[in-house]
């Protein structure tokens, strides 16, 4: 199966008290959730999957055509390893890396000469 999981920080819910600005103005500091992963995205249209029918590797299109528990089965069982794949991986350590990249990007433009990001 191939599929993906994308990892990100979600903004939506941060309130005034996430940011903190130095005295003098030249620091800003953002408390961040950790990142998270999103559920697990199947790609239909390149993934393939072997057919107890025919034998034969058919694409998974033609495999979920048809509602059948193992399908359903089958398919919950790709998001689950995907998923346990992607919490093994470094996901969240880009995700990170990215969220502060982009901040100090950001915020550095805004006048900011020290940005300081923290994720509880």
Known sequence: MNGSVEAYVDFE?????AIAISDDGATVSVTLP?????????DLDTSRALTEDRGLVDRV?????????????ALAAAQDQI???AEKSDLDERARANTVKTLEVML?????????????
């Open 61 to 73: 299109g033609d495999f979920f055509d048809t509602d059948t528990d193992a399908r359903q089965e």
């Open 108 to 120: 550095s433009a805004s006048g900011f000469d020290q940005v300081v990001v923290e994720f509880r």
């Open 83 to 85: 998923a346990s794949a």
């Open 34 to 42: 950790e990142p998270e992963l999103a559920e697990p995205r199947i």
């Open 13 to 17: 819910g941060l309130t005034e008290e």
